[in-house]
């Protein structure tokens, strides 16, 4: 319990000194010596009004403590201080431009996916969902701190009429899309987003895809479009749909050679420079793993920070606002 106590002096009994003359008061009756100001605070006391605060212990004792100065306006220009060197830090620091690396197609081949595993763990992986043992590599991914998506198969325009098992068709009704994403969505956990594997096809295909973002919205999944085909819908469905999604700018490997894959590291590099972020797609294959690891090891020191994919998601705030409203 603290007792305050005006600082101005009452007149004194001669002899007496004003260091130890204390007012009597019904919360402390104590004459415990108070210590001289020290001169920093006297300087304080000349400027602004000021409270004398005496701390008592649990026996009821005035405690012998160096007695404390409220200054408001000390504090006020401490704090202003502050405020402006951590804005003179901002401006002086502006951020990074910012890079997403996302492996997909992991699973099949397990030796590059095991590669994948050692790099940073701010590297997106999309499992196959129909990969060997994909939940228990999903579950060791997990374990090295990478975030996880799932790697959804889409009808490709050339499958010579075999678009392949349990692969998303344009010919597919409503209800079969739906019962096939269920079994595809459910084979394993663990992960907060989907990219479409192949799909130049189906990706066109508007109705199609508002489907699939019906299903994602459900889980509460994200949206990446690969962008396998330029006229993809994917974006503009999620967007719509009021799920967080991100389209991919540049393949580091469409070519699996290590010429080409630099060439693309280096305009992965441009984009971010330009935009102010960029994500990169790859592929677990040993030209890719070659390529990837050094340049992620030299990223910050090129001037680039690596961030995790779900960093930079887009929401489309009006949508949310407009299902808020409406209660869907």
Sequence with gaps: MLAAFSLMQPDLPSGSS?????????????????????????????SRPATLEVAQGPDNKARRDVPSVKTPVAVSRVNRIIAAKTKLREVESPRRPRIAIVIDDMGFDRDNSARALRLPPEVTL?????????????????????????????????????PGVNVLSVASSPEKLRRQLTDILGRFGGYTGVNNHMGSKFTRNRAKMDIVMSELRKRGLFFLDSRTSGGSVGGAAAADAGIPYAVRDVFLDHEADPEKIRAQIAETERIARATGQAIAIGHPRTATMKAIAPWVARLKERGFELVRLDTLLKRDIRKKLAQARTGE
């Excluded at 204390?22 to 000349?46: E, G, I, W, Y």
């Excluded at 060997?132 to 010579?160: F, Y």
């Design 18 to 46: 004003p260091q130890h003359h204390v007012h009597s008061s019904p919360v402390m009756d104590q004459k415990a010596p108070f210590a001289p100001l020290r001169s920093s605070q006297t300087l304080l006391l000349q």
């Design 126 to 162: 999309a499992y196959l969902p129909f990969a060997p043992e994909a939940a228990a590599q999903v579950r060791r991914a997990r374990l090295k701190g990478h975030p996880v998506m799932l790697h959804l198969p889409m009808e490709a325009p050339d499958h010579g009429g075999k």
